[in-house]
């Protein structure tokens, strides 16, 4: 381990073999350093039928299969099932980041990265989404319990990955890597609300596809406020401009 920071990693008591959702690179590339660095086996799911437009989609996807790739990971591509998401979240499409939509959306994917874990010889499951600032380590934590609950055989590790410079590295990784910058958190609904937040600010609205860490300023972007949220700006923590999240 070359960064006295980054502590060994502990896994839960009788887990050996973890099962990783993965939003996006920008989050998931700490944690898969942190993982790798520490010895664990472990594969990275990707389920996030709730990212739109499909464009945006790919993007994200294919900078992670990059950067698994790179690092010799396996890289499971689950399906894009954005029907079957859009069902879930129903009635809910004006909720606020962190509301209730959130947790249905964090549900359907962590029960979907549960099921595949419990059929293919997981024992845990973890995930990239709680490294984000942005998001509530509470309410992902929950999710994530709740999924795995479903097997007797499955744990989910509640490892806060943001902790011991987890942060920070973060951005040094997506800098270094030139991550693709997603501008909000993933669905149709974050991708209204932040446009309109723009709007509000007299900014151009978000254009897909353009952005990319290392290659310009971040600054602007990781002071976003949570749409939605009573956070001032000024206590907004650094993080991956898109709150990451999917
Ligand atoms: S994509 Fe983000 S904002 Fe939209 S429901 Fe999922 S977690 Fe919430």
């Known amino acids: 381990m070359t960064d006295p920071l980054r502590p060994s990693l502990a896994l ?31 594969s990275i799911f990707f389920y996030n039928p709730n990212i739109h437009p499909v464009k945006e989609y790919e993007i994200r996807k294919n900078e992670n299969i990059r950067f698994a790739e790179a690092n010799g990971i396996e890289f ?54 709680g490294i984000s600032r942005w998001k509530d380590m509470n309410q992902i934590n929950g999710c994530g319990e709740r999924a795995a609950g479903r097997y007797d055989d499955l744990t989910y590790w509640t490892y806060n990955w943001r902790k011991h410079g987890g942060s920070a590295r973060m951005i040094e990784i997506s800098k270094r890597e030139e991550f693709y910058q997603q501008e909000y958190c993933g669905c149709v609904y974050s991708l209204r609300d932040t446009n309109r937040h723009r709007r509000s600010q007299g900014r151009e609205r978000i254009t897909l596809g353009v952005k990319f ?34």
């Open 76 to 129: 499971i591509d689950a399906d894009y099932d954005v029907d079957n998401w859009f069902e879930r979240v129903k009635g809910l499409e004006n909720s606020p980041e962190r509301g209730e939509r959130c947790t249905k959306c964090f549900d359907m994917r962590f029960e979907r990265t549960a099921l595949y874990a419990h059929e293919h010889g997981f024992d845990t499951i973890t995930s990239s989404l």
């Open 12 to 42: 839960p008591e009788g887990s050996s073999k973890v099962l990783m959702h993965s939003c996006c690179a920008p989050c998931s590339g700490e944690v898969m350093e942190a993982m790798l660095a520490s010895g664990i086996n472990y």
């Open 213 to 246: 860490y290392g290659r310009d300023s971040v600054i602007e972007e990781i002071r976003r406020p949570v749409i939605g949220s009573t956070e001032p700006v000024e206590n907004s923590p650094a993080a991956p401009s898109k709150d990451s999240g999917q």
